[in-house]
């Protein structure tokens, strides 16, 4: 089955939702827990907002983040979708 009639059904869709969300959040957390573990483990959650997400900088931070988990989503549930 071609990737183009694997995409109209809905179990494709739910298999790759099952999938793709936990994959972004597991990515979030490694991200944050590697880019800020120091203001994470002090509790100094305001110096992890200010490095992280304030001024713009949450729209790239999430940005890779998404793309990443949609192509790995897609990937994943393609290859073990029959």
């Known amino acids: ?24 959040v ?3 957390v490694v991200s944050l827990l590697i880019n800020s ?6 509790g ?13 900088k949450w729209k790239v931070f999430f940005a890779y983040k998404i793309v990443l988990s949609i192509f790995y989503g897609l990937y994943i ?3 073990n979708t029959k």
Do not use: C, R, Y
Not at 37 to 42: A, D, G, K, R, V
Not at 44 to 56: E, H, I, M, P, R
């Open 44 to 56: 100094d959650f305001k110096a992890l907002s200010q490095s992280n997400f304030t001024n713009g």
């Open 37 to 42: 573990s120091s203001e994470i483990f002090s």
């Open 1 to 24: 089955m071609h990737f183009l009639e694997k995409i109209k059904k809905k179990s494709f869709w739910i298999n790759f939702a099952k999938i793709a969300i936990p994959f972004f």
């Open 26 to 28: 597991i990515v979030t």
């Open 77 to 79: 549930t393609n290859k």
